[in-house]
């Protein structure tokens, strides 16, 4: 089982990024997917999830700037950011797991598998 995340890069602040996260391994269409950020010196922090049916969640910094969404059959999760700022500037992983409940969705701890995290610097 794998995940590959992709999509980071260097833009200036106010740009966009799409992040994309591939699954394979096994078909992820029953799992929760989500992404996590860590910038240097600081913990991993969600970003953004999607349960199976397809709610999904996004941080309070992200709302309004972030938005999550899914492609079944492509056992794929898109990341869209718009007006990125400085702060934003992290490694962004993906992640995903089967048994996950609304209050644990915001704690890494509860996913199963891990992408390798893709970079995303925002300069001002």
């Known amino acids: 089982v794998q995940l590959q995340a992709s999509g980071g890069g260097s833009v200036q602040a106010g740009g966009s990024l799409r992040l994309s996260c591939t699954a394979s391994?096994?078909?992820?269409?029953?799992?929760?997917m989500g992404w996590f950020r860590q910038a240097p010196g600081k913990e991993r922090e969600f970003v953004s999830a999607t349960f199976r049916g397809g709610n999904t969640y996004i941080a309070d910094f992200g709302k309004g700037r972030f938005t999550l969404s899914r492609d079944n059959a492509k056992n794929t999760v898109y990341l869209q950011m718009n007006s990125l700022k400085a702060d934003d500037a992290a490694v962004y992983y993906c992640?995903?797991?089967?048994?996950?409940?609304?209050?644990?969705?915001?704690?890494?701890?509860?996913?199963?598998?891990w992408g390798q995290g893709t970079l995303v610097t925002v300069s001002s």
């Open positions: 992640a995903a797991g089967r048994q996950i409940i609304l209050s644990e969705l915001r704690f890494a701890r509860a996913y199963d598998y």
């Open positions: 391994g096994r078909t992820f269409n029953r799992d929760t």
